[in-house]
């Protein structure tokens, strides 16, 4: 089974993350992290209950739980390498888009997004993928890896294959189903996020998981409903609770098809962000940001004031059909 404990993180002091943050990063991530946001011990980093009277019936997953599950795999040493084994199956399965509509999802592990896989730069990693649905998919990782492990060959059912290469380079690469119509694989759930973690780690946050998706429901190549996470209108439904003044860590992927490009806009803060998670420091700051398919990025903000705060994307038919979703901001802890 996967293992969704935090494996082999660096618990970083506040006296190690001044010293990184001057020395690592230059002086403008340490005076934007310092004057920004709080400075933050791993262990002083806390999440918030979640909220009780959610109805995750009809969905077969927890979308509020979802959002800060990583899976790190079942660790391995092989060789003295460490390798990180997880498990994905394709299936279908039900779920209830909203009051009146039932959708087949095609999916890994039935959620969406498929498990937030993550490892760190140089582990190898080995994904043994089951399908299980009736049709043929597979499992294409973005990052760099040999073409025998491109995953652009469909795996029938019933069948196993196995993908392993070396988790490279840092950043948040998507995986998704690489089987034609792409689109339709795609839009129906077969996507999920792979994070490889730098090396020297990331100052400790809050961390969080929004995938952006579709749903073409009458196959006239354009969407209909619009979902963070799978459910339409679901953290608008439930709010996601943050802590006031505490540095939250997004994670944001862009799995829309057919809308070329979308944005993301979270209202009354601003952000920084960290492009394809490429960087240690952050390449810009805003309140919107615009990305094509499978793009991502991490956002990086901290809330001053408490109170429930609108995210979504800025074509607003998107989020009015969908895509949105609030922060309920929790006066600060101390
Ligand atoms: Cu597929």
Not at 6 to 19: A, F, H, M
Not at 77 to 82: C, I, L, P, S
Not at 212 to 239: C, H, Q, S, T, V
């Amino acid at each position: 089974m996967p293992n969704f404990s935090n494996q082999e993180r660096p618990n970083w002091s506040r006296r190690q993350l001044i010293k990184w943050g001057l020395a690592g990063l230059g002086i403008s991530y340490a005076a934007v992290k310092l004057s920004y946001f709080p400075a933050t011990s791993a262990s002083s980093v806390k999440i918030p209950p979640i909220p009780e009277n959610i109805d995750n019936s009809g969905f077969g997953y927890n979308p509020m739980t979802l959002l800060r599950e990583f899976d790190y795999g079942t660790l391995k040493k092989e060789n003295g390498r460490t390798v990180r084994e997880f498990n994905l199956v394709a299936g279908n399965s039900t779920v209830q888009l909203n009051r009146a509509l039932t959708y087949v999802s095609w999916n890994y592990n039935n959620r969406l997004p498929g498990p937030t896989l993550r490892a760190t730069e140089g582990d190898r990693v080995r994904i043994i993928f089951h399908n299980e649905d009736g049709h043929s998919h597979s499992v294409h990782f973005h990052g760099t890896h040999p073409v025998e492990m491109d995953g652009i060959k469909g795996v029938r059912r019933g069948k196993t294959t196995v993908y392993e290469f070396d988790a490279q380079p840092y950043g948040v690469h998507p995986y998704h189903c690489h089987i034609a119509p792409v689109t339709r694989h795609i839009g129906k759930g077969l996507y999920g996020l792979f994070i490889i973690d730098p090396k020297q780690g990331r100052p400790p946050a809050d961390e969080m998981v929004l995938v952006m998706g579709a749903y073409d429901l009458d196959d006239d190549g354009k969407n209909e409903l619009y979902a963070f996470n799978g459910i339409p209108n679901y953290y608008r439904n439930y709010p996601i609770p943050i802590y006031q003044n505490q540095l939250v860590r997004l994670y944001l992927l862009n799995m829309i098809e057919f809308d070329p490009v979308v944005t993301f806009h979270i209202h009354a803060n601003m952000f920084q962000v960290l492009k394809t998670g490429r960087t240690l420091k952050p390449d810009l700051e805003s309140d919107v940001i615009s990305m094509g398919t499978a793009e991502r990025h991490i956002l990086e903000f901290a809330y001053p004031y408490s109170g429930k705060y609108m995210f979504h994307p800025h074509q607003d038919y998107i989020a009015e059909y969908g895509c949105m979703g609030f922060f309920k901001v929790i006066a600060d802890k101390t």
